[in-house]
């Protein structure tokens, strides 16, 4: 079935340590999001990215950084630097090529909580 | 001013009542609006979206949008428990080819059997 893994659904990250969340699709979608949720909030936009090799931060990107090496996966990692991490993440995609805005689909999420 | 705003809630309706749930935005350019569906404890499910002034019907749900005022809504007819869930209403900052989603904080609703 097409969709949007993200792995693993629970994390635990220790004082000063990196921490990676992944975020693979099989959808064929260009474009991918990443999305930190906290309790009683909307979603805020950590980082995006349309094409492979290229992403753009969103508005709450420091402590956090990305990769796009691939079509398939935009891996998050959430660095020490991030003093507040304990959230829920969710990643998202969409299509970019049918010249209308196209709604973007979620995973299941990852729940990240400091030991 | 929040570029998306939703009352927070929670709105109570009884089982088979129409639901309304209200979203307003600021920026008068926006012209994508989406409504997803949140259950406790998981990811937001699309349940709608809209680009054009009116309204558009998906079997028990409605969202109407209004640019002039600058408000987005979604009615859910004959509600049922199962609804229960938190609404967040979003709007494409740009395009699909460069822009991102904006959310709102989501409105909670309780259907009450």
């Known amino acids: 079935d097409g969709g949007i893994t993200q792995s693993p659904k629970y994390l635990f990250r220790k004082e000063g340590q990196n921490v990676t969340l992944s975020c693979e699709q099989n959808?064929?979608?260009?474009?991918m999001y990443w999305y930190r949720q906290d309790p009683g909030q909307g979603l805020r936009l950590i980082y995006y990215?349309?094409?492979?090799?290229?992403?753009q931060k969103g508005d709450i990107a420091e402590g956090y950084s990305v990769s796009r090496e691939k079509k398939e996966s935009f891996p998050l990692t959430v660095t020490s630097a991030q003093k507040n991490p304990t959230a829920f993440y969710l990643c998202?995609?969409?299509?970019?090529?049918?010249?209308?805005?196209?709604?973007?689909?979620f995973g299941d999420g990852t729940r990240l909580s400091i030991l | 001013q929040k570029e998306v705003e939703q009352n927070s809630g929670p709105l109570s309706v009884p089982e088979g009542a129409i639901a309304s749930l209200n979203c307003t935005y600021s920026d008068r350019g926006s012209q994508s609006f989406f409504w997803y569906r949140q259950y406790s404890g998981k990811s937001p499910e699309l349940i709608m979206f809209i680009y054009s002034n009116g309204d558009k019907e998906d079997g028990r749900f409605t969202a109407q949008l209004n640019k002039a005022s600058q408000y987005v809504s979604l009615l859910i007819r004959d509600s049922q428990p199962s609804d229960s869930a938190t609404y967040l209403c979003?709007?494409?900052?740009?395009?699909?080819?460069?822009?991102?989603?904006?959310f709102g904080q989501g409105t909670t609703l309780q259907v009450k059997p």
């Open positions: 990215s349309q094409i492979v090799n290229d992403f």
């Open positions: 959808l064929n979608h260009d474009a």
């Open positions: 979003a709007l494409l900052r740009g395009s699909s080819n460069t822009g991102k989603l904006i």
């Open positions: 998202a995609s969409t299509t970019t090529r049918t010249g209308i805005d196209q709604p973007q689909h």
